[in-house]
């Protein structure tokens, strides 16, 4: 079993017929102000397993913040079932919609394990409000 990604977006869905649709896949934010919530997130995990996965595993989700502290985490069980098909891969999307909590400015991670193994990382950069810079004395010309 492998994983072919792993994003933030906005909105992710399964359509009646089983596409994974993702809206808004993004890699930073800026906030406001510090300690917040990014308040429902959606984590998309594309899992790929062949006939050699069928059986239980256990995927895990830790939300480390940039000094690697760990801020959030949840684990679960999964079946594979042997596939229809054993030419092909099967799909097996994971969507997670989670409120991420921020303390710092700077770069975190959603870390993925499969059975107990770290798999892949997810980064999110979290920046601050930006300061205008200031304009002291009157300007000798106007631009339009």
Do not use: C
């Amino acid at each position: 079993m492998h994983i072919s990604f792993a994003v933030f977006a906005d909105a992710a869905n399964l359509s009646q017929e089983g596409k994974l649709n993702i809206l808004g896949v993004f890699d930073a934010v800026q906030v406001a102000g510090l300690p917040t919530i990014h308040p429902r997130t959606h984590f998309v995990v594309r899992l790929k397993a062949d006939g050699d996965d069928t059986g239980a595993h256990r995927l895990t989700l830790r939300w480390l913040s940039p000094f690697e502290e760990e801020l959030w985490s949840s684990s679960g069980e999964m079946s594979v079932a042997p596939a229809q098909n054993p030419v092909f891969e099967l799909d097996l999307p994971i969507i997670a919609v989670v409120d991420l909590p921020l303390n710092v400015v700077g770069q975190y991670t959603m870390q993925v394990t499969l059975d107990g193994q770290p798999t892949a990382a997810a980064r999110l950069l979290v920046t601050g409000p930006t300061q205008q810079p200031m304009v002291t004395g009157t300007p000798s010309i106007m631009v339009s």
